[in-house]
């Protein structure tokens, strides 16, 4: 009986190894899968100053790493970037708010994964000075250009109001920032209503000549991860692994600025000095926050007052929001109350 004890001893510590190493392979392709989701090929449409996140995850392989073969596309806008997701070219697209709720009254399939960062001073308002403004009711009067449902559309409509003044004081023309000529549009127009980096272009080229009219908080916009609920139904593990991927690089962004931007500058061709200036504003976090709703809706009323859209009633925003990738992810990150 002895003899035989020692020897199940004997052959349990002969057979471990084989049996750790058996339950060993069997779970970690689980695990894998479970911590990187499928393998897909997903585009992104992305501009710049919106993309920070999205740019770090690819150039340093996190995306990669939780299983997302991505391919980037750059665009001059976020308008531009939602723009080009619904006609096809990309999967997800990152764009701000306004961008996004002007496209929602049009297409209701559109779904904000994630908030990726955002900012509470994007927009300004640049004037000559030897046009007589120097003040904003100085403005009263004077032909001023902006992009037509932007975020510095809303930005000079609130600041007009805020000063007494309305859209209907001033001569508005609608023109794209990224078509704009410095010298032709300042022999043109009075003011310009821009966001970085066409206001740091604008005030460069006027010199001493510029006045610079901002409000922090007058507009808080969010850059949104947006997708369509299609491609969500059908990649959810895939929609997963972005958001792994973005958390990450929200957490290197935080602890390695100065290697962030080595990263960033591969893609735009910006100077420490001027980045510093245009992320000093802005704040990169992965989120889904119950103020992304207020700022929605804020601006889908805006849009139908300004007759940008033809309905009388605005979406409802909770549709438009996609929580349970998030929440399966990184719970914390999710203060939406469905």
Same mark, same amino acid.
């Given at each position: 009986?002895?003899?035989?004890?020692?020897?199940?001893?004997?052959?349990?510590?002969?057979?471990?190894?084989?049996?750790?190493?058996?339950?060993?392979?069997?779970?970690?392709?689980?695990?894998?899968?479970?911590?990187?989701?499928?393998?897909?090929?997903?585009?992104?449409?992305?501009?710049?100053?919106?993309?920070?996140?999205?740019?770090?995850?690819?150039?340093?392989?996190?995306?990669?790493?939780?299983?997302?073969?991505?391919?980037?596309?750059?665009?001059?806008?976020?308008?531009?970037?939602?723009?080009?997701?619904?006609?096809?070219?990309?999967?997800?697209?990152?764009?701000?708010?306004?961008?996004?709720?002007?496209?929602?009254?049009?297409?209701?399939?559109?779904?904000?994964?994630?908030?990726?960062?955002?900012?509470?001073?994007?927009?300004?308002?640049?004037?000559?000075?030897?046009?007589?403004?120097?003040?904003?009711?100085?403005?009263?009067?004077?032909?001023?250009?902006?992009?037509?449902?932007?975020?510095?559309?809303?930005?000079?409509?609130?600041? %007009?109001?805020?000063?007494? @003044?309305? *859209?209907?004081?001033? =001569?508005?023309?609608?023109?794209?920032? $990224?078509? !704009?000529?410095? +010298?032709?549009?300042?022999?043109?127009?009075?003011?310009?209503?821009?966001?970085?980096?066409?206001?740091?272009?604008?005030?460069?080229?006027?010199?001493?000549?510029?006045?610079?009219?901002?409000?922090?908080?007058?507009?808080?916009?969010?850059?949104?991860?947006?997708?369509?609920?299609?491609?969500?139904?059908?990649?959810?593990?895939?929609?997963?692994?972005?958001?792994?991927?973005?958390?990450?690089?929200?957490?290197?962004?935080?602890?390695?600025?100065?290697?962030?931007?080595?990263?960033?500058?591969?893609?735009?061709?910006?100077?420490?000095?001027?980045?510093?200036?245009?992320?000093?504003?802005?704040?990169?976090?992965?989120? %889904?926050?119950?103020?992304? @709703?207020? *700022?929605?809706?804020? =601006?889908?009323?805006?849009?139908?007052? $300004?007759? !940008?859209?033809? +309905?009388?009633?605005?979406?409802?925003?909770?549709?438009?929001?996609?929580?349970?990738?998030?929440?399966?992810?990184?719970?914390?990150?999710?203060?939406?109350?469905?």
């Amino acid at each position: 009986m002895k003899h035989m004890a020692v020897w199940k001893l004997v052959s349990f510590v002969i057979l471990l190894p084989v049996i750790m190493i058996t339950f060993g392979c069997s779970a970690a392709p689980e695990q894998e899968t479970e911590l990187k989701g499928l393998s897909k090929e997903v585009t992104f449409c992305h501009s710049s100053r919106l993309d920070t996140l999205l740019l770090i995850a690819h150039e340093l392989g996190y995306l990669q790493e939780n299983g997302i073969k991505a391919t980037l596309k750059q665009f001059s806008t976020g308008g531009h970037s939602i723009d080009q997701m619904i006609n096809g070219e990309c999967d997800i697209a990152v764009c701000g708010n306004n961008p996004f709720v002007f496209q929602s009254f049009r297409y209701n399939d559109l779904r904000i994964i994630a908030s990726v960062g955002d900012s509470a001073n994007s927009s300004r308002i640049i004037a000559r000075k030897d046009r007589g403004i120097e003040t904003p009711k100085d403005l009263k009067g004077k032909k001023i250009a902006a992009q037509r449902g932007t975020v510095f559309h809303f930005f000079l409509s609130l600041f %007009l109001a805020k000063n007494g @003044l309305t *859209t209907q004081d001033v =001569s508005l023309s609608f023109t794209r920032a $990224e078509d !704009l000529n410095m +010298e032709s549009a300042w022999a043109e127009f009075d003011a310009i209503s821009l966001k970085e980096p066409y206001s740091t272009n604008a005030i460069n080229f006027l010199g001493n000549n510029a006045v610079v009219f901002e409000d922090k908080g007058l507009v808080h916009q969010s850059f949104n991860a947006v997708t369509q609920n299609r491609f969500i139904i059908e990649n959810p593990e895939a929609i997963k692994g972005i958001l792994r991927a973005l958390i990450a690089a929200e957490e290197y962004a935080k602890d390695s600025p100065k290697h962030s931007f080595t990263l960033i500058s591969k893609t735009h061709s910006y100077d420490s000095t001027r980045w510093n200036g245009i992320m000093a504003d802005i704040n990169t976090e992965v989120t %889904l926050k119950q103020s992304l @709703l207020i *700022t929605l809706e804020d =601006s889908a009323r805006w849009m139908m007052r $300004e007759n !940008l859209a033809c +309905e009388i009633t605005g979406p409802n925003y909770l549709d438009f929001i996609y929580t349970d990738g998030l929440s399966s992810v990184m719970p914390e990150k999710v203060s939406i109350i469905k």
